[in-house]
């Protein structure tokens, strides 16, 4: 909620002649215009009714890079199968399945964290940890928004209804991880990626492992990439609490585990592009991404929040690099 500033200015004149100049008139004008143009800008979820806004933050509506980074990995899989209307109808499809399932991830997770959650720094302002929204009405919150994404995911063919299904695992057991393992980026990298399989599936009906799995590896590689990143924002606090991360183990080293993942994450879509037969725009997208990567590492200090947050959400663009890439080597394909 933005909040609106009063500004209050008391003057106290000891002599019975004030001189007030044209110029001093013209800036109080315009500092009274500027203060009644910022007061009429509103954010758009101050319009939303305040009973609601617990439940859009809960779901990180909010924070969109989250959805970007779970709707791209099917948008790519999606797109290797094709530039057709029928295949960005899908991934229309897909984007709205994407919010519903963070949302109802995100929930899952805040439901499973909420005592550490409190503890931290950056998260103990999220509805359930501060109170907002009792367990309760998360779990019904979570049942709504799978229901919904149901109806989203009914909407194709079986394979792709199966594979959804089995996602759930995954979505569930994840918030766990960071209790048991130093590599829950592995698992969210499992969870986030899903769509990668489910996105050339549903545009043909059919399961090619030598596709969409080399497509998978390469968005887990991506995930461990960006999310180790993002968790070098909480290290001191989850040493206090006792959550586990790649940050925490990979510690000094964290740059040169990065550079591999980079590495390893080129190397499956390559092999991905082979089994599609990706033309060269493809392959010239994909050095674009790799010195978008190598910029990355190079550029953000993991020992400073602000820069990991700002790395961590610049993989949105290296996501829409990669989704470019597959369009052009498609319509390169198409004038052949």
Request: glycine share 6%.
């Amino acid at each position: 909620m933005i909040l609106l500033l009063r500004q209050t200015c008391p003057f106290i004149f000891r002599t019975s002649i004030i001189r007030i100049t044209t110029t001093s008139i013209y800036l109080q004008y315009q500092q009274k215009n500027n203060l009644s143009s910022f007061r009429s800008r509103k954010n758009l979820f101050d319009i939303i009714p305040k009973s609601i806004q617990p439940y859009i933050r809960l779901s990180r509506i909010d924070k969109p890079i989250g959805s970007w980074l779970l709707f791209l990995p099917g948008a790519w899989s999606i797109a290797f199968a094709g530039t057709t209307l029928d295949n960005f109808i899908l991934m229309s499809l897909f984007g709205i399945g994407t919010i519903l399932m963070r949302g109802a991830g995100c929930t899952i997770n805040d439901l499973w964290d909420r005592e550490y959650d409190r503890r931290v720094e950056r998260t103990k302002t999220r509805p359930i940890a501060s109170g907002e929204i009792t367990i309760r009405q998360g779990l019904i919150w979570t049942g709504i928004q799978l229901l919904s994404a149901f109806f989203i995911l009914i909407q194709l063919n079986i394979p792709s209804i199966i594979l959804g299904i089995i996602s759930l695992i995954p979505v569930i057991i994840y918030p766990l991880m960071k209790r048991y393992t130093y590599w829950p980026q592995f698992f969210l990298g499992i969870t986030f990626n899903w769509g990668a399989l489910m996105g050339f599936t549903a545009a043909t009906g059919i399961i090619f492992p030598s596709i969409i799995l080399p497509l998978y590896f390469a968005g887990i590689a991506w995930t461990l990439h960006y999310d180790t990143i993002y968790a070098h924002q909480d290290t001191t606090d989850d040493l206090i609490v006792g959550v586990k991360s790649t940050a925490l183990r990979l510690k000094h080293d964290t740059k040169l585990w990065l550079r591999a993942f980079s590495i390893g994450m080129i190397s499956h879509l390559i092999t991905a592009g082979l089994s599609v037969d990706q033309t060269w725009p493809y392959y010239v997208g994909l050095i674009a991404v790799s010195y978008h990567l190598h910029q990355q590492i190079e550029n953000v200090n993991l020992n400073k929040s602000q820069s990991c947050w700002n790395t961590f959400a610049s993989n949105r663009i290296t996501g829409l690099m990669i989704l470019a890439s597959i369009l052009a080597g498609n319509f390169f394909k198409y004038l052949s």
